[in-house]
């Protein structure tokens, strides 16, 4: 891996800006963004997918993404559920079609349930939610669902207790998140899924238990290769686990077909088991075979900032404009600034390559 070594390590914290932002849009058609009220990129790609981060706090530390002493933005910086629920409703007029709510951990968030009802109420957008599962239970699961959330996935590294603690550096046990897992399955939530980051000499260990839940649950299992992200800058080539090698294990005991993907922006290379059983298996290859030529995401964070890229350096700010009573129309016009500036691509294996100065708590993953 090249670049690595160029990586920046300052992490500054977001400031509340006192100066009027500029909520022109007058003159938007001058503007190549401003000439369509669809977010389309420089380079042609349609943008259907916002992420949206509704805290950076999480009650985990996981290694490959939060460090120990993290710093959190201030409480005041953070969007509102009425400023996250108005940006979901423009954003639904340009084209966005699926939101995913992410963090940090989300249901930390103690106005989840609100957020999800009132996104609900103010776009016909389907929900999602991404969640380490710690926290959620069968009761929490249908109050959320009954008030809009479709579909969800769980993040889980290691089903050994120790190994997960490890990881984790929390007290929570993966059995917690199987049962979690469990109940989304039989409370009808469409597509459960299963995210896993394997890490060389951590986790790898475990590829073979891990794919297995995809056959004993009937769901997707996708391993995420580990991508320098991690607040601590501790991301090194050395702990990096390819989707090539992860699939070789794979097939030592589950023998996998490729399946064709009907969705041309899925970030996920799917596989049946050969042998029939349920279940799919997943490979999300950021780092090895980058996809950002079929990127359709877009995202928000928390401290209301637009990021058109995980790895962008540059960040559009709506915060402002919503805090200043902006009109919708120049809410717009930012989302479709970020948008019409999404890099071609991340250029993780680049010579020039720089970290983000976030971490993928403090973006929403
Ligand atoms: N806390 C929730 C969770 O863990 O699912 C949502 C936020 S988390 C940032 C979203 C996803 O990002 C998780 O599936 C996590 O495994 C993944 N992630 C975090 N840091 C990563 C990294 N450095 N490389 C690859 N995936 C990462
Ligand atoms: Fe928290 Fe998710 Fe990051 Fe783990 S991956 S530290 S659960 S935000």
Known sequence: MEGINSMTRTIALPTLSRERPDTSHACASSRPWGMQRRLIDSHGRVIRDLRISITDRCNFRCTYCMSTDCEFAETATLLTPREFVRVARIAETLG????????????????????????????????ALITNGSRLTRDSLARLQEAGLSRVTMSLDALDEERFATITRSTTTPQRVIAAIEDCISLGFSETKVNAVLIRGVNDGETLALA???????????????????????????????????????????????????????????????????????????????????CSRLRLTADGKLRPCLFSTDEWDVRDLLRWNASDASIADRLLEATWNKQSSHGISGTDFVQPRRGMSAIGG
């Open 96 to 127: 966005i079609r699926k939101i995913r709510l992410t963090g940090g951990e989300p249901t930390l968030h103690p106005q989840l349930e609100q957020i999800i009802a009132e996104i609900r109420q103010a776009t016909t957008v389907e929900i």
């Open 212 to 294: 297995n839940l995809a056959r004993r649950y009937a769901i997707d299992v996708r391993f995420i290769e580990y991508m320098p992200l991690d607040a601590a800058h501790a991301w090194d080539a050395s702990k990096f686990v390819s989707a090539a090698e992860t699939r070789r294990h794979i097939e030592t005991s589950y023998p996998l077909l490729a399946l064709d993907s009907c969705d041309p922006s899925a970030t996920a290379s799917l596989f049946a088991f050969a042998d029939g059983a349920a279940g799919r298996i997943g490979f999300i290859a950021p780092v090895s075979s980058p996809f950002c030529g079929a």
